[in-house]
Structure formats: C-alpha cells, structure tokens
C-alpha cells in the first residue's frame, strides 16, 4: 500500500529524481521529470493532508525502525499543510518553467537547473515532514545548497555574488541552528522532536536548554529572513531566475517559519517559550520593526523583484508577530498568512519574471506604460497586490482580519495599530506600482502590446485567481491554519 | 424568482454589465447600448423588490462563507432600499449624460469609464444589501478601487496627485479605524449582522461604545466627515458625470449610508443614547456642516464650491443620524435621498456648462443663463433644493431632521441648520443671480446649449426634485420602515 | 576545576567565536569560508565530545565492558562533515565563478563594482 509510505515518498521521490535528472542529461526530459515529480509531491501531499484531516497525526518510522531510536517522519495538520503548499507551488511552477529557464538560461545547464530544482523541493518536502531534529539539519542543507546554485544561476552577474552571500549567512544559520540541537542533544539524549518534548516538559527553563533555543532561534531566524537578519533575502530573490524567485519566495522562508513554530510550540511548549521566557515581546518587537522598516525600505527600490523581496521581509514580519503572541489563534493567524502570503508572492514574482521576459528586466523604467504593453500582468499584478495591502476579498485579508482578531484577543492593541498602519505601506509601495504602469508613457524601445507566453500567464493567472478566490472564501484556509496551530500545540504534549 | 433571487440579480447585473460593455468594447454605439440596458435591468429590479420590502419582508441571499462563522450575505431592507434606488434610478440618468459629456469632450478611455462605472455602481449596489459589517466592507473597499481609475481618468499629473489624495485618505481611514472597529465588533458580539435594535447592546461600556463609534465614524471616510474630507475636492478631477454620480451620489452616499446603518443596526437607536448617546458626533458633524459652508462660500472654482457643499450636506446626514431619534433618523435617510437628486443636477449642469461653454469658474458666468436657459433653470432648481426652500425636495428632509433636533432640544443642531441654511443661500443664489442677471462679456458670448442627452438628463433631475416634494409618500414610506413605525 | 572540567566546552566556545570573527572581518572571499569551516568544526568538538566517557569503549557489545561511549554523536558528525565538505566546496566554487565575472575576490571590490553597476 504505497499511501502508507507517502511521508517518505514525499522527500525520496524528488531526490531519486535529481540524479536521474543528471544522467538524462536533457533540458526537456529534466523539465518533464520535475514536472511528474512536482505534480506527483502535489498529490501526495493533499492526500496527507486529507488523510491527517480525518485520521489524526500519522507517524512514520524509517526503515521500519521505532521511534524514538530510528527517524521518525510525523505528519500532522500543520506540515501536511507546509507540504502541501510547498509541492503546489513547484507544481504550478512547472508549465512556467519551460520558457522561462530556456530564456534565462543556457541551454547545456538547463538539466542541471531541473536537478537541483528537485534537490531542492526534496530538501524542504524533508524539513516539513521529518520528526527528527538532525535530518531536519540535512534536508535543511540539502535544501540550501541547491538554493545557492539556483540563485546563482540568475543572468546577472550580481546573482553570483547574491548566492555567495546566502551561503556564507545561510551556513551559519544552518550551523547556529545544529549548536542548538546539539544543546538540546546533551540535555536529552533524543533527537526525536516528539519524545524531545516528552523530556523537556516541567524542565524546558534550565540553562543550556534556555541556550539551545536562542541557538535555534537565531539560526532559523536567519534561514526564515527574520528581521534584522534579513541581509541575504533582497539580493538572492532579486538576481535568481524568475522561476527560483517565485518557487523559493513562495516556500523557502515559509518553510523555515514553520521549523520555528514546530520548536516553539511542539518541543517547548508555548508556556515554556512564551510564559516563562521573554520571547513573545522580543520577537513582536523584531516583527513590528520588519513591518515598518522594510516596508518602507520597499517604496524606494528601483526593481519590482527588489520591492517584492521587502515586502516579504515585511509580511514575514506578520507571521512572526503571530508566533510572538503565543497563543492559538495567533499561531492560525501566522499558519493562514503562511499559506496566503506563499501564494500571494508566489503569483506576484510570477507575474513579474513573465514581465522580466518581456521586457528585459524589472526595474521600474522598464516598466513605464505596463498597462499599455502587458495589460493582462499588469491588472494581475495589482490584484496580487491588493492582497499584499490586505484589501477584503483577497487572501492577505483572511490572514490579517485573523492576526487582528488574535492581537484583539490578547489585548495587544499596539500590534493591532502596528499591523494596520503598516497596510499603510504596503500601499504606497503597491501604488509605485500601479502609477508605474498606468500613469507613464512607455520607454522609448518598449515591445509591442502582448503578453508573455500563455505557459507563463497561465500559472501565473491560476495563482492570482487563488488569491481572489481564497480571498472571497478564506475559511478552507483558515480552518486548515486552526487545525494545524492545533497540532502543533498538541502534538508531543 | 424569489425576492432574495432578485436582490442577488441586483447585485450581479451591473457586473453582468461589465462584461458585456467589455465585448462591445470596439464598437461605442453597441457598448453605450449594452450600459443603457445593464441600467434599466438594475433599475426595474431593484423596483420590483419594493412591495416585499414595504411590506415588511427582508430579502436575503447568502453567496458564499468568507472567513469562518462570516457569510457574503444580502439583505434587502428600507434604508439599503432606498440607497440601491437612488443609485440605480440615477445610473440610468447619468449614462445618458455621461454618452454626451464623453463624446462632446472627446474623452479618451471611454470604455474604461463605462467598465469602472458599472463596477461602481455594482459596489454600491453590495453596500446597499450588505447583510452584515463585513459584507458592507467588501463593497466598502471595492468602490473605493473601482473608483479610483475614474479619478484618475485623465492620467495627467494633476489626477495622479488627487488619486493619491483619493486613495490615502480612503483606503487609509477605512484600513486604520474602520477595520479594527469592525474586527472588535466581532470580537465583542460575536456577530456582524446587521439587527433592528443593534448587536452592541449590553455588550460594551460607555467608554468602549464611545471609541467604537469613533473609529466607524471617522472609519467611514467617504462620508467625509472633517478631517477626513479632503479626498473629496481632490476627486473634482474627474470627468463631471463621475463627480455627479459617484462623488455626490454613489460614493458618498455609500459612506452616509454606512454611517446611518451603523447606527441604527451595530449600536442601535436606543442602546447608544443609554450608553451616553453621540453629542460629540453631533458636534463634530455640525461643525464640518458650517466649515465646510464657509470654504464653498470663498470657491471660485465651480466644482470646488458644489465638492464643499457636498462635505456639508453629507454632515446634515451625519448630524441627523447622531441625534438618534425618531424623526431625525427619517430625515438622514430622506437627506440621503434629496441631497442625491438635487446635488446631481447641480453637477450635470456644471458639467453641461464645462462642455458647451468650456466655463469652470463662477466669476465666469455672468449672463450665461441666456445662452444655456435649460441648464441654468436646473441648475436653480438644484441649488433651492439644496437650501431646502419648498416646494423641493431638500425642504422634506430638513423639515424631518429640524422636527429630531427640535424633539431633543439640541439647539446645537439647530443653530448649525440655520446657520448653513443661511450660508448656502449664501454661495448657491449668486451663482444664479450672475448667470441670469448679470450681463454677458462683450467679446466671447457664451455660445449655445449643452448636447441634447446632457439637457435631458440634468431636467429629469431637476424635475425629480420637484417630484419628491409633491410625492414624498413613497420614500416617507421607507423612512418610517426604518425606523420601524 | 570548574574551568578545566569543562575545558571541551571552552575549546568549542574559543574555535567558534575565531571562525565566526573570520567571517565576518575578512573581506576575502576565500578566507570567509575558511572562517565558515572552522566555525562548522567548533561544532564537531561539542557533539564528539561529550559522546567519549573517560574509561569508555566502542559501542559493540562485549562481555565484561559494562561502560561504552554513545556513537551517535559520531554518527551524527560523520554527515555534518560532508556537509561542510559540501558547502565549502560550493563557497569555493561561487568565488571562482566570482572572480571570473568580477575579476576580484576582495568583498570591498566588489561592493564598489555593484554599486556601478546600478
């Protein structure tokens, strides 16, 4: 029954597929590979989901091994959920993949692209779905290292420099994160999340296991673009292939954030973490910062990619200011922005890699006139970008009225003012956008009227039609979002 | 179909409209056509829901659940009635004027105009049924966004500048207090529909009440309440026949209209003067009634001056919803109505003058009465209903608000009627003194009458105005249901 | 007493704190990473570490040993080598293809020629 192995299938078959990649050597049979392989994580996935949904958490022991001895992979609500966002976002990233790749990069390294485009969904299908802290670290590096050559394959040569920038802080995150699994190794002899929890309950505020979760936190800070350790984001998401800027704005920190909450409120425990300690004020102040500081910082780029890259380190802002209130609709709230701000950036870098296509670049000079010469992206654009602001009946909304609605709950009324005055910014970063195309001539040497090719708009247009329609009836995912804050602070207690 | 059906139609059709204005987009006489029959559709089924409404029943339908525990839902009640009445019935007025400004202008974009028109009114349409708070806010929102490209409709520096005004001042008010206050709503009473006799009752302190209706109030920034009317003087930019629909008729009234529905069905009447009532509001309304007269009274820009009479007179709603009783609420919802007849036909006939005479500011108009007799005899007519002299419209809706204030002993309220009364005598009798009694510049006469759809639209209007006052039965009618008598 | 018995701890403490001051003092590329390795190395020492018990033997069961060291730390460490491995060979690989486009390694440099560039 192969449902039953569906947790490890989910992180083996895109890793299996990488090598095979390789010796296919071909640009199109690499892009058909990842394809079926994309859209088979995708069904697998959803059925976990719809499986944890009904049966509960599912544990899987690797190689038939028990827990706590052998690696477990623990699926429940909440990274069923991850996963499931994950391994749709590199489904619908497919069709858009042909052209894009073939445009941005050279023929003989196409393959190489699809490899490590595999390499990498393995590695953050595995952080999702592990329940074992050390092969959480792998897939994390597994994951990164295809990262970095993914960044670096971008067409300017400033992506190289991106890429190096991103390992150097992304292996110490990475590094920071194992010293502090290595703190919680020593004072538990487990490495088992679940029987990890078990050993640390009544305990959790001694000393060293007090520094392994400052270890962990800045390390997963980093990995996740916390603010102020946001430094590689901007550059990395900027110069990466269109495609890579999407797949990873989409997923990458996501994934990240959700390892956050899994040591918090699964491991700790939200009273350990949040009573006990002085996270939950530390964290808001951090997140309330990312939303003004690099909000602002978004208005004044040059590049849409560039702007688009703020402005997640701003909205992840959003989502830490979740975890920070420590409680359950606080924790839904972040899951539910999680989710509708992966897809939200997700169709935003979408649509701007088919206008990259089109118009040689992003920055906003290119721009001028966009409602005259791609006039299907542009609209698009600002539909994703209303999101981003929050405007009702788009997905950011759902997130924000629950984020509110929880800091309301908390009496936290200057989070709930913070939250909303920084609507405010994305405002204006979104107008630059729209004033951009619809209030300037095109440049001199713009292109004809006409849109990117319909295997680019096509997903494109899927993932804003998501966001409108998540937006209109955001209760799946707010509901999912509460299921899963629910096993996370359930699960191991 | 049922009534619910037809309130759901209601809501659909001006989208359904979008689309097909969209298919005709090559070919403008079939495009025109397809609004001119979107319009009339909207119009005689948001008719045939009066009977039902009057008779007390409550069409609804319910679309779809937003977020959980909140549906997208309608519900068809008088003042929402009256509301999806006046935009409807004006829509089809004001596509004629518009088919006529647009073509005698040589407007660009003219099918961009007609699509965010139809979304306009589609928007407003939603206001008007919304079911609960968060409906209302989804429309809310939508005609903010959907209004903005008609702001901005010129494109030139100037437009881009207002649309900022527009949107800030909009988007900013209603994401910064309106939100939140809807959100504690929800939080506190655990609902958002809307209920005769409120959903706050019982549930909230005074303290509490006090900064909830504040943050709905100054929330509801399209009801341009002082300090948040600047938007709309920057929203002149646009084409006239947008000023005249949206910006006196749909989006302001939307915001008016939100205020009266908060009050009545969040906080209800009788909950909120037992939690220490809404002087603070009347005040601040009355005061933005009376400053707002006094800087039309310095405009010399014709748009300008009807933009600040329109701050006042959406005050004259605020004010009279604020008193909280009885006959001052059927005045707002009566304001609400007069105001919207009488102000269009002031800006139609701005407008006319715009296109036939190419005059925007009132030093320019001595003598024009003569060359434009139609448009100035509607313009008259407009600016008396606006004073509120019988035997026009504005007369019934202050009477009733008057009779509140009076009911209460708010001289307060009463001293701010008399004094803008005076003021707007003050700024709207010259322009009409000049147009038809003082003598034309030698050298440029004024040229001739406006289009013939533009004349039409702007005395069907005017005639409107008249009607009201004759025949005020039927939106006495729906005031009184209103307020459940 | 305290200091010596807990002398593993001071070594991990003192290798990390050099590799990370290396990492972020140097502006050659290169040395970074070097910096990078040593950092990942002071991580080795506090896992394998703590895993020998003075007097302890290899973890196969043999009779009459009743003390054994915990291999799993060793395990464990064995993977986050090749990892290292994996990520330094990459850095390097990153600064090769750096200095081809840039024609220099010196973070400064190539700050300046970034800064050109926009």
Redesign the interface.
């Known amino acids: 029954m192969p449902a039953e192995h569906f947790p490890v299938l989910l992180a083996v078959v895109p890793l299996v597929a990488a090598p095979l990649i390789v010796v296919a050597r071909s640009g199109f049979l690499g892009w058909a590979i990842a394809f079926a392989v994309a859209a088979a994580t995708a069904a697998m996935s959803a059925s976990l989901l719809a499986r944890v949904t009904v049966e509960g958490t599912i544990s899987y022991a690797i190689g038939s091994w028990p827990p706590p001895w052998g690696i477990e992979y623990r699926v429940d609500a909440a990274n069923a959920l991850v996963a499931l966002l994950v391994s749709a976002m590199a489904l619908v990233a497919m069709p858009y993949a042909r052209r894009s790749v073939t445009a941005e990069i050279g023929q003989e390294r196409q393959y190489l692209f699809y490899a490590l485009l595999m390499l990498c969904l393995s590695g953050l299908l595995g952080i999702a779905l592990t329940g074992d802290a050390?092969n959480l670290?792998?897939f994390l590096?597994i994951s990164s290292?295809a990262t970095?050559?993914l960044i670096?394959l971008g067409r300017d040569?400033?992506a190289?420099?991106a890429?190096?920038q991103y390992?150097?802080l992304g292996?110490?995150g990475a590094?920071l994160y194992?010293?502090g699994v290595?703190m919680l190794?020593?004072a538990t002899g487990t490495?088992n999340f679940a029987d990890m929890a078990a050993r640390l309950d009544g305990v959790a505020d001694t000393r060293p296991l007090v520094v392994g979760l400052a270890f962990i936190t800045a390390g997963i800070g980093l990995k996740l673009a916390l603010f102020p350790l946001h430094a590689w984001l901007p550059n990395a998401y900027t110069y990466a292939p269109s495609v890579v800027s999407a797949f990873l704005a989409a997923t990458a920190t996501k994934v990240s954030l959700y390892v956050l909450m899994r040591v918090y409120f699964s491991v700790f425990g939200a009273d350990a973490v949040f009573r006990d300690l002085p996270i939950g004020p530390v964290l808001a102040v951090l997140s309330v910062a990312a939303l003004f500081v690099a909000s602002a910082a978004a208005i004044v780029q040059?590049d849409l990619k560039r702007l688009l890259a703020f402005s997640s380190v701003g909205q992840i802002g959003y989502i830490t200011l979740g975890i920070s209130l420590g409680s359950a609709t606080g924790l839904a709230a972040a899951m539910a922005h999680v989710v509708n701000h992966g897809i939200t950036k997700g169709a935003l870098f979408l649509l701007a890699g088919a206008m990259a296509l089109r118009l040689g670049g992003t920055g906003f000079d290119r721009l001028a006139g966009l409602g005259r010469t791609m006039p299907v992206a542009a609209f698009a654009f600002v539909l994703g970008g209303?999101s981003l602001?929050?405007?009702?009946?788009t997905a950011g909304f759902?997130s924000k009225?629950?984020l509110?609605?929880a800091a309301?709950?908390a009496g936290q009324w200057w989070i709930?003012a913070a939250v909303?005055?920084s609507?405010?910014l994305a405002?204006a970063y979104v107008?630059r956008f729209v004033?951009c195309a619809?209030?300037r001539e095109p440049p001199a040497g713009a292109p004809s009227p006409g849109e990117a090719p319909w295997e680019m708009t096509a997903p494109a247009l899927a993932m804003t039609a998501a966001v409108v329609a998540l937006?209109?009836?955001?209760?799946p995912v707010?509901?999912a979002a509460?299921r899963a804050a629910a096993a996370l602070m359930g699960a191991g207690r | 179909m049922t009534n619910g059906g037809l309130a759901l139609a209601a809501l659909c059709i001006p989208f359904a409209g979008i689309a097909l204005v969209l298919l005709a987009r090559r070919k403008p006489d079939l495009r025109e056509a397809a609004t001119f029959a979107t319009a009339a559709m909207l119009f005689f089924v948001v008719v045939s829901l009066a009977p039902a409404v009057l008779a007390g029943e409550r069409p609804s339908a319910t679309l779809?659940?937003?977020?959980?525990g909140l549906q997208?839902a309608l519900v068809v009640e008088p003042l929402g009635w009256l509301f999806a009445a006046v935009a409807s019935t004006l829509w089809v007025v004001s596509t004629a004027y518009s088919i006529g400004y647009l073509r005698g202008n040589g407007e660009e974009n003219q099918t961009r105009f007609f699509v965010c028109f139809a979304g306009a009114i589609g928007a407003a349409i939603g206001i008007a049924f919304a079911g609960n708070l968060?409906t209302l806010?989804?429309f809310y929102?939508?005609l903010t966004?959907v209004t903005y490209?008609l702001v901005?409709h010129h494109?030139t520096d100037e437009a881009?500048r207002a649309g900022?005004v527009y949107?800030?001042v909009l988007?900013?008010t209603s994401?910064?207090f309106l939100?939140?206050a809807i959100?504690?709503t929800?939080?506190l009473a655990g609902t958002l529909d809307f209920r005769t006799g409120g959903i706050l009752g019982g549930r909230v302190d005074a303290t509490a009440a006090a900064i909830l209706l504040a943050l709905f109030m100054f929330g509801i920034g399209k009801a341009a309440l002082m300090p948040f009317h600047r938007w709309l003087p920057a929203a002149m930019v646009a084409p006239t026949p947008v000023s005249a629909l949206l910006h006196a008729v749909a989006v302001v009234k939307a915001g008016v209209f939100c205020v009266v529905k908060v009050i009545v069905y969040v906080f209800g009447t009788d909950a909120l003067a037992a939690l220490g009532g809404a002087g603070w509001l009347t005040a601040v309304a009355a005061f933005t009634l009376v400053a707002a007269s006094a800087v039309a009274l310095r405009a010399d820009n014709l748009k300008r001056r009807l933009a600040y009479s329109t701050v006042s007179q959406l005050a004259y709603v605020t004010m009279a919803a604020s008193l909280l009783t009885p006959a001052a609420i059927m005045g707002a919802a009566l304001h609400l109505v007069a105001h919207a007849f009488g102000k269009i036909t002031l800006f139609f006939a701005a407008g006319s003058i715009y296109t036939a005479a190419h005059k925007t500011e009132v030093s320019q108009l001595d003598g024009i009465g003569r060359a434009m007799p139609w448009t100035m005899g509607a313009f008259a007519i407009g600016a008396l209903s606006m004073i509120g002299l019988p035997p026009l419209a504005g007369f019934v809706s202050k009477w009733f608000i008057l009779t509140g204030a009076m009911a209460t002993r708010d001289w307060l309220a009463v001293g701010a009627l008399a004094a803008s009364t005076l003021l707007n005598a003050a700024y709207f009798l010259p322009i009409v003194w000049r147009a038809f009694f003082l003598p034309a510049p030698e050298r440029d006469g004024h040229g001739h009458e406006a289009p013939a759809p533009m004349v039409i639209a702007q005395a069907l209007t005017a005639a409107a105005c008249v009607a009201l006052f004759l025949f005020p039965g039927l939106a006495i009618a729906f005031a009184r249901a209103l307020i459940g008598g | 007493m305290s200091f010596l018995g807990h002398f593993s701890y001071w070594a991990t403490v003192f290798v990390?704190m050099t590799g990370?001051y290396i990492?972020i003092s140097r502006g050659n590329?290169v040395k970074?990473?070097v910096g990078?390795g040593i950092?990942?190395t002071s991580?080795y020492l506090?896992?394998v570490a703590?895993g020998k018990l003075i007097g302890g033997t290899a973890a196969i069961v043999t009779p009459g040993i009743t003390l054994y060291s915990n291999p799993l730390?060793h395990v464990?460490i064995l993977?986050?080598i090749v990892?290292g491995v994996?990520?330094l060979a990459?850095?390097l690989a990153?600064?090769v293809?750096?200095r081809e486009?840039?024609g220099t390694v010196d973070e400064d440099e190539?700050l300046a020629a970034?800064a050109k560039?926009?």
């Open positions: 050390f670290f792998v590096e290292l970095y050559v670096a040569r400033r190289l420099t890429a190096y390992l150097i292996t110490t590094t194992i010293i290595g190794y020593l490495l040059k209303l602001i929050g405007v009702p009946g759902a009225w629950a509110v609605a309301m709950g709930v909303l005055l609507s405010l405002v107008w004033e619809y209030f937006g209109l009836h955001a209760t707010l509901d509460t | 779809f659940e937003m977020l959980p997208v968060l806010f989804l929102e939508l966004l490209p901005t494109g881009r900022r949107l800030g988007l900013g994401v910064v939100l939140p959100i504690a929800w939080v | 990390m990370l990492v590329l970074k990473l990078l950092f990942q991580v506090l896992y703590p730390p464990l993977t986050a990892v994996a990520t990459l850095g990153l600064v293809r750096i486009a840039y190539l970034d560039d926009d």
